[in-house]
Nanobody
Framework: QVQLVESGGGLVQPGGSLRLSCAAS????????MGWYRQAPEKERDVVAI????????YYADSVKGRFTISRDKAKNTVYLQMNRLRPEDTAVYYC???????????????WGQGTQVTVSS
């Protein structure tokens, strides 16, 4: 089994910063990508940022470019999301995603964390 454990959410004022962490553990053979998605009330889950595990290449949603930074620690199978200059519209539940395979012969599957609430409000 694979577990993704997130931490770092909370309440912050507009303009503030938060750092999310997500550690993957369990039976992991290879990671293709890890990333962050978010879902606001009554909205669909949308991608925020993704990092390619082998190269470190990154993708960001337009709404967070220049404010959020995704990074990884390969030795710890952990991905981070540094969120700066937060806005009320960033309020959502943030979910960690990992696309990985558990053995050489398997295909890649998606795994999700339990979600962490980020609230930006004065």
């Amino acid at each position: 089994q694979v577990q993704l454990v997130e931490s770092g959410g909370g309440l912050v004022q507009p303009g503030g910063s938060l750092r999310l962490s997500c550690a993957a553990s369990g039976s992991i053979f290879s990671i293709a990508t890890m990333g962050w998605y978010r879902q606001a009330p009554e909205k669909e889950r949308d991608v925020v940022a993704i990092i390619i595990w082998s190269t470190g290449s990154t993708y960001y949603a337009d709404s967070v470019k220049g404010r959020f930074t995704i990074s990884r620690d390969k030795a710890k199978n952990t991905v981070y999301l540094q969120m700066n200059r937060l806005r009320p519209e960033d309020t959502a539940v943030y979910y960690c995603n990992a696309r990985l395979k558990q053995s050489l012969g398997n295909h890649f599957d998606d795994y999700w964390g339990q979600g962490t609430q980020v609230t930006v409000s004065s």
